[in-house]
Structures are given as C-alpha cells and as structure tokens.
C-alpha cells in the first residue's frame, strides 16, 4: 500500500507550493477549490488502489512469501483505510501548517499518537494484527477530524461545503472496498500470469 501510495501522493501533492501560497494570500475560495480538487483525485485513485489490495492481497502474499504471512483480510482491509485516511490528512495539515496553527498541529500528533498506543494495546488483545491496523486508523482519524475543525475556523461555510460533496465519494469507496472484501476469499491464484490477469479484472 506504501510503496504505490506514496508516488501516487507525491503526484497528488505536487501543488502544494502553490496551495501554501492561496493559503498566505488569504484567498479561500480558491484554496477550497484546490483542496477539493486533491481530495478528489486522491480518492479516485485510493479507491482504485485500496480495492485491487483488498482483493488480491491474499494472493500476492501468496505467490510472494507464502500463504502463512497473509494476516486477514480485516487486517488489509485496516491497513487500506489507514493509508486513505492518513494521505487526506496530509493534505489538510499542510493548510493547517500554512494557516500557522503550529502548537495545534503538535497537540493534535500527540493526541493521535496517544490514541494509538492505548488503543493498539487493548484492540490486539482482542482482534490481533487487526487491531493494531484498527488503533493506527483511528489515530488518523484524529488528525483528519481535528485538521478539518482548525481549517473551518478559517474557511467558514467553504470547508463544511466540501463535507458534502466528499459523501458520494467517500460511500461509493466504502462500498468497493466492501464487495472487494466479500469476494477476496474465492480468488485463488497459483501463477503470476494469473494474478494479473485477476488484477486487471478488479
């Protein structure tokens, strides 16, 4: 998931010099243009991504290493939407850092920080693996949630407009990762060829 997601961020984010200039000339419709349009293009590719991972994890894994290393498909299907979660709020905490909510910003990674290690502790216990890919989400999460609240103090009505047209987007990700996820099992794979084949199909 890193080693796709990352390129593909850094492409996304190739703007950021002049998003961070919209940011110190105040102009917030435009800023809140370009956030969308990041987090559009984000999204389209994450779901793209997040569902061939989902898929056909078990058999890359497979074919790989050998079948013993594939954790389960909760455990990708967490590692997956930590990633989404973490590069969105990558996007947001660069506005935050232009608006100059520094001190924020440190408190927010040690409270997302804090929610990971107590939640990691307690959700191993009970979902191994997983719920270490369960605590790492959350802990994103936390950074999203509270990036968001510091941009609307700034952006007003621009930032919550921008809520609402991510909810098509976001459902419609949520609901291939879903089928992904139903049908992962039943992909049995023994060559590479064939696993291409299956991953142009998804």
């Given at each position: 998931?890193r080693?796709?997601?990352?390129?593909?961020?850094?492409?996304?984010?190739?703007?950021?010099?002049?998003?961070m200039?919209?940011?110190?000339?105040?102009?917030?419709?435009?800023?809140?243009?370009?956030?969308?349009?990041?987090?559009?293009?984000?999204?389209?590719?994450?779901?793209?991504?997040?569902?061939?991972?989902?898929?056909?994890?078990?058999?890359?894994?497979?074919?790989?290493?050998?079948?013993?290393?594939f954790?389960?498909?909760?455990?990708?299907?967490?590692?997956?939407?930590?990633?989404?979660v973490?590069?969105?709020?990558?996007?947001?905490?660069?506005?935050?850092d232009?608006?100059?909510?520094?001190?924020?910003?440190?408190?927010?990674?040690?409270?997302?920080?804090?929610?990971?290690?107590i939640c990691?502790?307690?959700?191993?216990?009970?979902?191994?693996?997983?719920?270490?890919a369960?605590?790492?989400?959350?802990?994103?999460?936390?950074?999203?949630?509270?990036?968001?609240?510091?941009?609307?103090?700034?952006?007003g009505?621009?930032?919550?407009?921008?809520?609402k047209?991510?909810?098509?987007?976001?459902?419609?990700?949520?609901?291939?990762?879903?089928?992904?996820?139903?049908?992962?099992?039943?992909?049995?794979?023994?060559?590479?060829?064939?696993?291409?084949?299956?991953?142009?199909?998804?």
């Amino acid at each position: 998931m890193r080693m796709v997601g990352e390129p593909m961020y850094q492409v996304v984010s190739s703007g950021n010099a002049g998003l961070m200039g919209l940011c110190g000339q105040k102009d917030w419709e435009r800023v809140a243009i370009v956030r969308k349009e990041m987090y559009f293009i984000l999204l389209f590719f994450m779901t793209i991504l997040g569902t061939g991972i989902i898929a056909l994890n078990r058999s890359f894994l497979s074919l790989w290493l050998g079948s013993q290393y594939f954790g389960g498909p909760l455990l990708t299907a967490g590692i997956v939407l930590s990633m989404v979660v973490l590069f969105l709020s990558r996007i947001d905490l660069l506005i935050t850092d232009a608006m100059l909510f520094l001190r924020e910003k440190t408190w927010a990674f040690w409270g997302a920080g804090l929610i990971v290690v107590i939640c990691g502790f307690f959700f191993i216990k009970s979902w191994g693996p997983a719920g270490m890919a369960a605590s790492t989400l959350l802990g994103n999460l936390c950074l999203l949630v509270i990036s968001w609240i510091l941009i609307n103090q700034r952006m007003g009505s621009l930032g919550i407009s921008l809520f609402k047209s991510l909810i098509g987007p976001v459902c419609t990700m949520l609901l291939l990762f879903s089928l992904a996820l139903s049908f992962e099992s039943s992909i049995h794979v023994e060559t590479w060829l064939s696993f291409a084949i299956y991953t142009l199909i998804v």
